[in-house]
Antibody
């Protein structure tokens, strides 16, 4: 059974940093592209960042480019999102999600974690 | 960025009704489109990918169609568990944008 478990969310002041983690199980993690998607309270979905299965390519939404860094440790089956210079508008539930395509990327999202809440406030 | 516009933003319907939700892309995206269902407090679930391919395990009352810029999600006979919010997502080019969502409510 595919499982994705996020952690690392919490309350942080504007300008602060957080690192989110997503531990994956139930599939060969290294073979799949992964993404982070966020949802502000009561709002829609926003694709934040993605990384290919090889880790060779990364992608960012303009809203986070230069502030967030996506990475993966395939030896630990873990996806990360390092978030720096956080702003109030980064407040959201952050989901990690898996691409369904083995050894390639379709950029659909077939499995999602339960999400972790990041609140940026003073 | 490609903008995805869903309509309607909300719809009220009854069990057994047929419902259609539309998603329009601001640029041609071929068939690089997915549909997701989200219930309150839960993560989204993939229903349809490649515009019309039903994900394994998803009931056949869900169907998708379209290509280019105009797409539809149809639920042929609403069941109580279908009342949720639905999002489209384009996978043609980064950033992979979502529609704003359509809330399907019980009439």
């Amino acid at each position: 059974e595919v499982q994705l478990l996020e952690s690392g969310g919490g309350l942080v002041q504007p300008g602060g940093s957080l690192r989110l983690s997503c531990v994956a199980s139930g599939f060969p993690f290294s073979s799949y592209a992964m993404s982070w998607v966020r949802q502000a309270p009561g709002k829609g979905l926003e694709w934040v960042s993605a990384i290919t299965g090889s880790g060779g390519s990364t992608y960012y939404a303009d809203s986070v480019k230069g502030r967030f860094t996506i990475s993966r440790d395939d030896s630990k089956n873990t996806l990360y999102l390092q978030m720096n210079r956080l702003r109030a508008e980064d407040t959201a539930v952050y989901y990690c999600a898996k691409d369904p395509t083995w050894y390639s990327s379709s950029w659909y999202l077939d499995y999602w974690g339960q999400g972790t809440l990041v609140t940026v406030s003073s | 960025d490609i903008q995805m516009t869903q309509s309607p933003s909300s719809v009220s319907a009854s069990v057994g009704d047929r419902v259609t939700i539309t998603c329009r892309a601001s640029q041609h995206i071929r068939t690089w489109l997915a549909w997701y269902q989200q219930k309150p407090g839960k993560a989204p679930k993939l229903l349809i990918y490649a515009a019309s391919s039903l994900r394994s395990g998803v009931p056949s009352r869900f169907s998708g169609s379209g290509s280019g810029t105009d797409f539809t999600l149809t639920i042929s006979s609403l069941q109580p568990e279908d009342f949720a919010t639905y999002f489209c997502q384009q996978a043609n080019s980064f950033p992979y944008t979502f529609g704003q969502g359509t809330k399907l409510e019980i009439k």
